[in-house]
Nanobody
Framework: QVQLVESGGGLVQAGGSLRLSCAAS????????MGWFRQAPGKEREFVAG????????KYADSVKGRFTVSRDNAKNTVSLQMDSLKPEDTAVYYC??????????????????WGQGTQVTVSS
């Protein structure tokens, strides 16, 4: 059973940066697309960024494009999300997820089989 654990969340002022990490155990991240999602109170979970298994293909939500960067290290079984120029509207619980089987990036949460427990990101104005 694959287990994903996120870390790196916290409280930051608007304009600041955070780096989220996702570590996997009980299975490999290699050969699978990985995604980052977020969910704010009262809102649905939304796609933030994703990366294909080879690492060269990435996709971002329009709201974070140019500010967030997703990367992966298959040898270390980790995925990261560098978040710069943070805005108050980025406040949410952030989740990493491993796809059900796709090697390319998918943006719908239904395409992911394994999820972490989430890490809180709060951006103050």
């Amino acid at each position: 059973q694959v287990q994903l654990v996120e870390s790196g969340g916290g409280l930051v002022q608007a304009g600041g940066s955070l780096r989220l990490s996702c570590a996997a155990s009980g299975g490999t991240l290699g050969s699978y697309a990985m995604g980052w999602f977020r969910q704010a109170p009262g809102k649905e979970r939304e796609f933030v960024a994703g990366i294909g298994w080879i690492g060269g293909t990435t996709k971002y939500a329009d709201s974070v494009k140019g500010r967030f960067t997703v990367s992966r290290d298959n040898a270390k079984n980790t995925v990261s999300l560098q978040m710069d120029s943070l805005k108050p509207e980025d406040t949410a619980v952030y989740y990493c997820a491993r796809s059900s089987g796709a090697s390319g990036v998918v943006t719908g949460p239904g395409g992911y089989a394994y999820w972490g427990q989430g890490t809180q990101v709060t951006v103050s104005s």
